[in-house]
């Protein structure tokens, strides 16, 4: 059973840096496509970045262009988000999500890309 487990969130203030790393464990083949997502109580969860296996191409909402960066080490089997420069308003669950599935014809952004899911890890970005 495949397994994502996230760390590095935590409280930052305005201007302030965090990593996110998500760690995925009981995979047997290579993972298509990792994201990051973030929810707000009272919103729809959203697409951050995401990130395909094999070729390294990365995708990043237009609100995060700029700020964060997505990267992963798949020795390790683990994708990573450094976010810099952090906003009030980048305060969210962070959930990191993967695919394993070939072939489907939907974008990195959408909650129907991804067939497993973290936890969450809380990011609060306030002075």
């Known amino acids: 059973q495949v397994q994502l487990e996230e760390s590095g969130g935590g409280s930052v203030q305005p201007g302030g840096s965090l990593r996110l790393s998500c760690a995925a464990s009981?995979?047997?083949?290579?993972?298509?496509?990792m994201g990051w997502f973030r929810q707000v109580p009272g919103k729809e969860r959203e697409g951050v970045a995401g990130?395909?296996?094999?070729?390294?191409?990365?995708e990043y909402e237009d609100s995060v262009k700029g700020r964060f960066t997505i990267s992963q080490d798949n020795a390790k089997n683990t994708v990573y988000l450094q976010m810099n420069s952090l906003k009030p308003e980048d305060t969210a669950m962070y959930y990191c999500a993967a695919d394993w599935r070939r072939g489907l014809s939907v974008r990195w952004d959408s909650l129907a890309r991804y067939n497993y899911w973290g936890q969450g890890t809380q990011v609060t970005v306030s002075s």
């Open positions: 990130i395909y296996t094999l070729s390294g191409t990365t």
């Open positions: 009981g995979a047997t083949s290579s993972r298509i496509v």
